[in-house]
């Protein structure tokens, strides 16, 4: 059973470009990205979450 992602893929490509491996994601798909590399991903998304919860206080 394929698990659904959390994030959009506008969302995920925006962060990998930011975080700079956006190539890697182009040449190998999201499969070819160092676990770091995801784990970064996942923290700047719950840093944008935040941002956007505090905004809205």
Known sequence: ??????MSDPLKEEIAKDLGFYDVVQKEGWGGIRSRDAGN????AI???SRQVEEKK
């Open 1 to 6: 059973m394929a698990r659904k992602g959390v």
């Open 47 to 49: 840093e944008m979450a």
């Open 41 to 44: 991903m996942v923290k700047r």
